[in-house]
């Protein structure tokens, strides 16, 4: 609807003023991160890469849900562009497709069609095609938050806007696994990724847990490498006692175990580094909704940066996020 507002204006000649104001938006509130300004950087270096375009997407939705604000301001922005049309109701969204028609004349986003004209492309490319596509998937977090609509993907919505959802299918689970492509050039994947059901290597409070995920990447030069850990649960409050569980026996170990100083990540994180002899390892472990994860980041001889270490379990948590928002994980860790 958002996008069928901003479409008919860029159809009838008055909507590249509109996509202007909306670039600026969204490129402002995504810049303020060294990851969004990555992930436009990429995406303006390789508009046709779909992962480029699905990352930038994917933090969009993801600042549509953190920030009420921006969702205010773009929906002013989009109001002027066409009359006010209808809020689908709940539990009818949509099903967005993308394409042309058969004779190439016309864009096709949706239930929208524009004539392919100059005056419509350089609208929509003004960021890349992508613009559109951010648009019509991210505005339905938009009327979520203006209509207070939570949508047909389950779940509740925490303190801070974001969904919290059990991932109860095995393929969610494993899906927030990185693979090589979401890590920077130079690491590959060295350990497989793997599910299991359950909590076989707990000891704990691990009551709920419905499934166990690991991988685990590395990179020659310079030597690093980064193990990554996800449990998901069955609800938020089992999630939390696993997360504060193994916090409570990281705090116990310190003659291994130094606590260290990190960018607060997710609903609750925490950061230890273990010195080893001849390399460095540090580790986050982070609560999102019903998931805890953990990134273990470990080094050779150099020291070991503690920026690194924050993007890589930020990549983890966002994908966390992602699954429990019903949408793919894309989320990458920029080094």
């Given at each position: 609807m958002a996008v069928t507002a901003m479409t008919t204006g860029v159809a009838s000649g008055a909507g590249t003023a509109v996509v202007d104001d909306v670039r600026e938006l969204v490129r402002g509130r995504l810049s303020r991160s060294e990851e969004g300004q990555a992930a436009l950087r990429r995406l303006d270096a390789e508009p046709e890469a779909e992962d480029a375009s699905d990352d930038v997407r994917a933090r969009l939705a993801a600042a549509l849900d953190d920030d009420p604000e921006l969702a205010r301001r773009l929906w002013a922005v989009l109001q002027p562009a066409a009359p006010p049309q209808p809020v689908t109701p709940p539990g009818n969204h949509q099903q967005i497709t993308i394409g042309g028609s058969a004779d190439h004349s016309t864009i096709v986003i949706g239930p929208v069609q524009l004539p392919r004209t100059r005056g419509v492309l350089v609208a929509l490319t003004t960021i890349g095609v992508a613009l559109a596509v951010l648009l019509f998937l991210g505005f339905r977090s938009v009327l979520d938050s203006l209509t207070g609509d939570d949508g047909d993907g389950g779940g509740t919505r925490g303190a801070d806007g974001n969904r919290v959802t059990a991932l109860k299918q095995e393929e969610d689970v494993r899906s927030m696994l990185p693979d090589s492509g979401s890590i920077a050039a130079g690491w590959q994947n060295t350990q497989a990724p793997k599910v299991v059901k359950g909590a076989p290597?707990?000891?704990?409070?691990?009551?709920?847990?419905?499934?166990?995920?690991?991988?685990?990447?590395?990179?020659?030069?310079?030597?690093?490498?980064?193990?990554?850990?996800?449990?998901?649960?069955?609800?938020?409050?089992?999630?939390a006692a696993r997360f504060n569980g193994v916090r409570a026996e990281k705090d116990e170990d310190t003659d291994g175990l130094d606590p260290m100083s990190v960018q607060s990540l997710g609903d609750e994180s925490v950061a230890y580094r273990r010195n080893i002899v001849n390399s460095e390892t540090a580790e986050v472990g982070v609560l999102v909704g019903t998931?805890?994860?953990?990134?273990?980041?470990?080094?050779?001889?150099?020291?070991?940066?503690?920026?690194?270490?924050?993007?890589?379990?930020?990549?983890l948590a966002d994908?966390?996020?992602?699954?429990?928002?019903?949408?793919?994980?894309?989320a990458r860790a920029e080094l």
């Open positions: 290597d707990c000891e704990g409070t691990c009551a709920g847990a419905l499934y166990t995920a690991t991988v685990r990447h590395e990179r020659e030069s310079p030597l690093a490498g980064a193990f990554f850990y996800v449990q998901a649960y069955d609800t938020a409050d089992h999630a998931v805890v994860t953990w990134t273990t980041y470990r080094t050779g001889d150099e020291s070991l940066d503690p920026a690194a270490l924050t993007a890589l379990a930020r990549m994908r966390a996020q992602q699954a429990q928002d019903g949408r793919k994980p894309v």
